[in-house]
């Protein structure tokens, strides 16, 4: 029959899916539920760190304007949001090349957070 994609990836061929900018979290979730990583502290991290990194990019993009809307009543909130929004998306192309490169970059908060998150389950 079929084999299994994942049973078949490296752990650089998944921590690098993890961290494709915003599509990046399907395989992320997937990588989190599958049998062949939940032992894998590497590729748990990654995940968990493009899965926050999505979050805040959610954050960033939908709820900021929202508030700064609500309290400045001005369009001055399109200063903001639009660096952050291509910030966050620097530091996925960033983690991505550094995926590529087999080498693990901790974020400041994100990544602290992550790291707790892969260590909780194993």
């Known amino acids: 029959m079929y084999a299994d994609p994942i ?3 490296s752990d650089r061929t998944a921590s ?3 961290y494709i900018p915003v599509f ?6 997937v990588f ?3 049998q062949r990583y939940r032992l894998n502290a590497k590729v748990r991290f990654d995940a968990f760190q493009s899965l926050y990194l999505f979050v805040a990019y959610l954050v960033v993009s939908s709820v900021l304007p929202m508030i700064l809307w609500l309290s400045f009543h001005t369009h001055a909130f399109f ?4 660096p952050l929004k291509v910030a966050i998306f620097i530091i996925w192309v960033y983690l991505l090349v550094k995926a590529a490169q087999e080498q693990q970059v901790h974020l400041p908060v994100i990544g602290d957070l992550a790291a707790r998150s892969a ?3 194993l």
């Open 7 to 9: 049973s078949r990836m």
């Open 16 to 18: 690098i899916l993890c």
């Open 24 to 29: 990046g979290v399907i395989p992320a979730i």
């Open 32 to 34: 989190l539920a599958a």
């Open 79 to 82: 200063l903001f949001v639009g």
């Open 119 to 121: 260590a909780e389950q």
